[in-house]
């Protein structure tokens, strides 16, 4: 899996014009599933999202994580981070996963993320997206599992 992470003071996604999923200060995720990601990855990046210290505490040092921060989490899908442009002009997507799995380990990666208890919004899978960002720092981190 791929994750692209920034830290937001706000951030959106909607949906032929209708809000998706929309967050107050916290992380925006944009995530991509591999062929080779599943249940195991998906629950071991969610909980090194959760955890991820990125946010200032009082001496303004990144130690607090978005829990900590009381901050949200928005997730969108992006099968965009698999993109191979090693040949030529065109982006091959040869090692994203299939829709079907993809959207299942996506839904598996936020149930995750709910569950150490962090409000999470989401984009609609699959979905031509409008992303509003408010980036906070500028912070952003990127995290490959490898799979």
Do not use: W
Request: with cysteine; proline share 4%.
């Amino acid at each position: 899996m791929r994750a692209v992470i920034q830290r937001v003071r706000r951030a959106g996604v909607s949906v032929d014009g209708a809000v998706a999923g929309r967050i107050g200060p916290g992380l925006l995720v944009f995530l991509g599933v591999g062929r080779e990601d599943d249940t195991e990855t998906a629950r071991r990046l969610a909980e090194k999202v959760a955890a991820l210290r990125i946010f200032p505490d009082a001496a303004d040092k990144m130690n607090r994580s978005v829990r900590d921060a009381g901050g949200e989490i928005l997730v969108v899908s992006q099968f965009t981070l698999y993109a191979d442009c090693r040949h030529g002009h065109r982006p091959a997507f040869t090692a994203a996963a299939p829709p079907g799995a993809a959207e299942a380990l996506y839904r598996f990666f936020v149930q995750t993320l709910r569950e150490t208890g962090v409000v999470v919004a989401t984009g609609v899978f699959g979905a031509r997206m409008l992303v509003e960002i408010e980036n906070d720092g500028p912070v952003t981190i990127i995290l490959d599992t490898g799979g």
